[in-house]
């Protein structure tokens, strides 16, 4: 009797186990299908990301302004000395690119926006970190008076410390000493 039971219940396991390694099988459809779905957002947002690029390139054409198309984003480098006039505001033919930006983020729907102002080594980390803080800060505050939602942009001033040229030379100064946006999908 009790050799019976047991051959019952490894039975009993068996059947469990093989209906088991087949029960994986809908899981394995939806992940398919699933990531049917997420390539399908993917290549949109490329699309998105690619025209979006090409229209900055052609808007900026005339402008100091380098339009960079990433992974996920598109970075837009923009020097200091072509935002900002000597005394700080934000210069008046910049406003034009500024606005561009900020008409292609609310038609575009961008999930974010991050600024970033850099500065050149000279001046002192303290001072650079300011400098740096407030021009990116100048720029997030124009564009949120553009119709930028708040809860969409971030900005923060990473000072000298990811130069893009060499400090030691005049260009290399001038190219370090930026703001930098990033419109994300």
């Known amino acids: 009797m ?10 009993l396991c068996i059947t469990l186990l093989s209906s088991c390694a087949s029960a ?6 939806v992940t398919e299908l699933k ?9 949109k947002k490329e699309a998105t990301l690619k025209t979006v690029s090409e229209k900055f390139d052609h808007a900026f ?4 302004v380098e339009v960079d198309l990433k992974n996920d984003h598109i970075q837009l480098i923009m020097p200091s000395y072509y935002i900002f006039n000597r005394k700080g505001p934000i210069s008046g033919y910049s406003k034009k690119y500024l606005n561009e930006i900020a008409e292609t983020a609310k038609n575009n729907l961008y999930k974010k926006i ?3 102002g850099y500065t ?3 001046g002192g980390i303290a001072k650079n970190q300011s400098l740096s803080a407030g021009w990116a800060g100048k720029v997030k505050n124009y564009l949120i008076a553009q119709g930028i939602t708040k809860t969409k942009i971030i900005s923060a001033g990473r000072g ?10 005049f ?3 001038l190219k370090n000493r930026r703001v930098e946006v990033l419109l994300y999908l």
């Open 160 to 169: 000298e410390f990811y130069p893009i040229a060499n400090n030691y030379t």
């Open 120 to 122: 050149s080594h000279e």
């Open 24 to 29: 994986p099988i809908k899981p394995k459809k």
């Open 114 to 116: 991050d600024v970033y």
């Open 35 to 43: 990531t049917v779905t997420e390539q399908k957002t993917f290549v």
């Open 2 to 11: 009790r050799y019976l039971f047991l051959i019952s219940l490894n039975l």
């Open 171 to 173: 260009a290399g100064k």
């Open 61 to 64: 054409s005339d402008s100091r």
